[in-house]
């Protein structure tokens, strides 16, 4: 059996995958009631998130989604420094 965060972290994932969550997402006391959860259960289903890049959190304000995403866990800036670090300093340029 998954841990509660994890059941949570999940259903909102398949939420944002699906495109019914965009912008903020709903507080950590909604989120909460919504998944019958302590507040602590929901905030670390967001701290999760944020770490694979789901989401920009900061004190005080709500969760807001990252935009574009590529494919599992890339946001367009983790790209850019997978791509520099491969390229190094001289990215091949095109013919």
Do not use: C
Not at 27 to 51: G, H, K, N, P
């Amino acid at each position: 059996m998954a841990h509660k965060y994890v059941e949570v972290k999940e259903a909102l994932l398949r939420e944002i995958r699906a495109g019914k969550l965009n912008g903020e997402l709903p507080s950590e006391d909604a989120l909460a009631q919504r998944f019958s959860v302590s507040r602590m259960t929901a905030r670390r289903a967001l701290e999760e998130l944020a770490a694979e890049g789901w989401l920009e959190r900061g004190r005080g304000r709500r969760s807001r989604l990252v935009e574009l995403r590529f494919g599992q866990g890339f946001s367009a800036f983790a790209l850019s420094t997978v791509l520099q670090r491969a390229w190094g300093p001289d990215p091949p340029r095109a013919s």
